[in-house]
């Protein structure tokens, strides 16, 4: 395998972050200072000019490149490398008063006045002229910079617009989705509370608090044009970048599961994955579960493009937007960087470089604190981090190889997060994945999180959890893969509707999926909180909570059954040969021990397991990369106790080449890098 890292004329893990020097400028002596701290904390690289456009166009027409100019020149006289930004995030205040439509009108058709950010229209032509046209002049003043590597596209694109433009542009999305009015009527079943469209300006955004929410599809649809508009403006603003920085990589900097955006549709126009998260470290045991969902947040974001990725964004230290903003205890930030790495990034960033003078950001963790020294604890911990990352280079562009996937839709998603039924307000969507990715993370299995697009025949095991919405596409696609050899783990609410939000016909799951997994599900009963029922599987009994389904083995064995209520002694847990695979089925929501007994079985009867041999402890885990020879593991104590395990393999850490064997002990909050090369002895 050819190592290949993201920016191979700078082989290196990218550390630094968003750097704000237009907020400085009256402040030369700082900004000669951040060179100083820049090199004292390890740093190699930063983003700018992500909120600096009126710095950089004060007046309409009239562009100030100057902080630019001495930033890019600055960063790279002392060796670093710049991401720059388009500044399309916010905007200035001579634009939003002289065109208001680059501003974002509401669910309730109310335009937003200037103010914040991430609030423009995404059809506005005027928007989008402006945005190329800055977009331009950057790409075109910088072009040769040796200091550019990358574009940072906006900053985290989310939500959607309800002007005139907007919804003028949806009805012409759904126009060639469904070619007829009378197609559109079909799938979203309208005839239901008179909703029967008999021209296409009647259609409007669906608007919880004014208009229209009864229409799944509608909403779904929505969802979808958002996604698909958002994708539109990004690929407005890299035309002019394509333009005069062929050579130069582009990004959009992602939230993980964020909702508005269906990400892998964004994801297709983009270079490479950038991704930001900030975890809330609470020095508790919850650190280990919250260790997990963060993990399968990389894990998301890499599966976009099935490559390493950049974090883009990262704390040293607090938060200030949420409702308690606490410290990372000491050892954290080192444990969560290294998690960033074990999960597929090249680089960890930070928000922010410096905290800024004033403004709603002032108090957020930062590199260099309002006392402007790097005598703090924080710039120590991140000088660490750097030197550490210089001496783990040997890791850069290898790649995570996995056997197991989850797989995980936005639309699936949506579909559920909009259906009225089960529980109303929350059907845990993206909990229940986490909670089956956490039977996963605990036994240090490497994990993609693919989509109903991706080739299903890469693993040996796909889980699919609540897979509500399958297409007559998808449900063959299933049943493909499992014919074909494949493991596929589903649960309650599979195959329910299609794509368009419309009930199969004929039981559930729909389609050949009962074939598939030889069961039918006759109901589904939502229990109260307070409720729960039980399963006994392998002379375990476990909880049973949320939701139970009443199901009929048509085909398929029953593992399990249910040991309490009316519909005790159905079945709980199935298992289906099928062609020359297996499908499994969950028919009720299980606490974690179920999950991880449950899914170790399936991994153990296909015999997939850690690259990491020892025991891992609750709160240990291991995740690897490899380059196709050598295998790296990250060993992770998030505990905040020492911990130990043992190896019956000889490792060497990659930092020191020190060999490791036998007994190992992990300091509390610990990381250990190991390497190995699976064929040689030992
Ligand atoms: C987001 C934004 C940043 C900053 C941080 C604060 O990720 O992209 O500009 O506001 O949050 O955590
Ligand atoms: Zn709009």
Not at 98 to 117: A, C, I, L, T
Not at 409 to 437: C, E, I, P
Request: aromatic share 12%; proline share 5%; with cysteine.
């Amino acid at each position: 395998m050819e190592k290949s890292c993201i920016f191979p004329d700078f082989p290196h893990f990218l550390h630094g972050g968003d750097y704000n020097p237009d907020q400085w400028q009256k402040y030369p002596e700082i900004l000669e200072e951040d060179m100083r701290l820049f090199k004292l904390a390890n740093c190699n690289s930063v983003s700018v000019g992500i909120f600096a456009w009126a710095a950089l166009e004060p007046e309409e027409g009239k562009f100030d490149f100057s902080f630019l100019d001495k930033a890019m020149d600055d960063i790279y006289a002392n060796g670093g490398r710049v991401i720059l930004a388009t500044p399309s995030g916010a905007r200035p205040a001579w634009m939003a008063q002289k065109y208001p439509e680059v501003m974002r009108v509401d669910e309730s058709r109310q335009r937003h006045w200037f103010g914040n950010r991430h609030n423009h229209c995404f059809t506005s032509p005027i928007y989008r002229q402006k945005v190329a046209e800055i977009n331009g002049r950057l790409a075109e003043r910088y072009k040769d910079h040796p200091a550019l590597i990358a574009w940072h596209v906006s900053n985290e694109y989310s939500g959607s617009c309800h002007c005139d433009l907007c919804r003028a542009a949806f009805r012409e999305w759904l126009k060639r989705k469904y070619g007829t009015l009378e197609a559109l009527n079909d799938q979203w079943w309208t005839a239901f509370w008179a909703h029967t469209y008999t021209d296409w300006s009647q259609i409007d955004p669906p608007s919880p608090p004014m208009g229209d929410r009864a229409i799944n599809g509608l909403r779904i649809d929505w969802l979808r044009f958002a996604a698909d508009q958002t994708t539109d403006f990004f690929k407005n603003e890299i035309a002019p970048l394509r333009k005069f920085t062929p050579h130069i990589p582009v990004t959009a900097n992602l939230m993980g599961f964020h909702t508005s955006v269906d990400y892998r549709v964004l994801a297709k126009e983009l270079d490479f994955v950038s991704h930001d998260s900030y975890p809330e470290w609470k020095g508790t045991a919850a650190d280990i579960r919250h260790a997990s969902d963060h993990a399968a947040r990389y894990d998301l974001n890499r599966s976009l493009k099935h490559k390493p990725f950049i974090q883009m964004e990262s704390t040293p230290s607090n938060t200030n937007w949420k409702q308690f903003n606490k410290l990372k205890r000491p050892g954290m930030h080192m444990l969560s960087s290294m998690q960033i790495l074990a999960h597929g990034s090249e680089s960890v960033l930070y928000f922010q470089w410096r905290k800024s003078r004033g403004a709603a950001e002032r108090f957020h963790g930062a590199v260099v604190d309002h006392v402007g020294h790097e005598n703090t604890r924080v710039f120590r911990d991140v000088a660490e981090v750097g030197a550490r990352l210089k001496k783990l280079e040997e890791i850069l562009g290898t790649v995570t190889e996995s056997r197991v996937a989850i797989l995980y839709d936005w639309q699936n998603r949506w579909a559920l997060d909009v259906a009225q039924g089960f529980q109303m307000s929350d059907k845990k969507v993206q909990k229940t994945l986490q909670d089956h990715y956490f039977a996963l993370w605990r036994r240090g299995i490497n994990v993609e999180i693919i989509g109903e697009e991706d080739d299903f025949s890469r693993y040996d095991l796909v889980i699919a959890p609540q897979l509500y919405m399958t297409s007559e596409k998808l449900i063959g696609k299933i049943a493909d893969y499992v014919r074909d050899g494949g493991e596929m783990l589903c649960t309650y609410m599979l195959g329910m509707v299609n794509e368009n939000d419309r009930c199969h016909l004929g039981g559930f799951p729909g389609g050949k999926l009962k074939e598939v997994f030889g069961i039918w599900n006759e109901e589904i009963d939502t229990l109260y909180p307070e409720d729960s029922n039980r399963v006994e599987w392998r002379g375990k009994s476990y909880r049973a909570f949320d939701y139970c389904e009443l199901l009929h083995a048509e085909g398929a064995e029953t593992l399990a059954v249910y040991g309490e209520d009316f519909y005790a002694g159905m079945p709980a847990i199935t298992a289906h040969p099928y062609g020359k695979g297996k499908a499994y089925y969950v028919a009720f929501r299980g606490e974690d021990e179920f999950l991880y007994d449950f899914i170790g079985s399936l991994l153990e009867e296909r015999g997939i397991v850690s690259d990491f041999d020892g025991a891992l402890p609750y709160g240990v885990t291991a995740h690897s990369r490899t380059d196709g020879e050598t295998v790296y593991v990250f060993l992770q104590n998030f505990t905040a106790q020492p911990q130990e395990t043992e190896t019956s393999r000889v490792w060497r850490t990659v930092e020191d080449g020190e060999p490791v064997s036998g007994r190992i002990a992990l300091a509390p909050y610990g990381t250990l890098i190991l390497a190995r090369k699976p064929g040689e002895p030992g």
